[in-house]
């Protein structure tokens, strides 16, 4: 899930994959473009993204490291 947190930053939850795990690696794309990864931990289920640009169409994919591979990305847009 992929909410807007205000004009400038957003944030994207998850539930997690099943099977061991060592993190995710959360990653966020202006039109096709990767603008920012992180990895996160294991028992992390969510993560934040600040400082990004109003009016503009995000998308963020999760993907697990380790474990059974689960990717997913869904799309968010900011309001101005």
């Given at each position: 899930n992929v909410t807007?947190?205000?004009?400038t930053q957003?944030?994207a939850?998850?539930?997690?994959?099943?099977?061991?795990r060592d993190?995710?690696?959360v990653?966020?794309?202006?039109a096709g473009v990767?603008?920012?990864?992180s990895?996160?931990g294991?028992?992390?289920?969510?993560?934040?993204?600040?400082?990004l640009?109003?009016?503009t169409e995000?998308k963020v994919?999760?993907?697990t490291?380790?474990?059974?591979?689960?990717?997913?990305?869904?799309h968010?847009?900011?309001?101005p």
């Open positions: 807007s947190e205000g004009a957003l944030r939850s998850w539930v997690h994959a099943l099977g061991g993190g995710y690696r990653t966020l794309y202006q990767q603008v920012r990864s990895p996160v294991a028992h992390v289920d969510s993560a934040s993204f600040l400082a640009t109003p009016g995000y994919e999760v993907v490291q380790a474990g059974p591979s689960v990717r997913g990305s869904q968010c847009r900011l309001d």
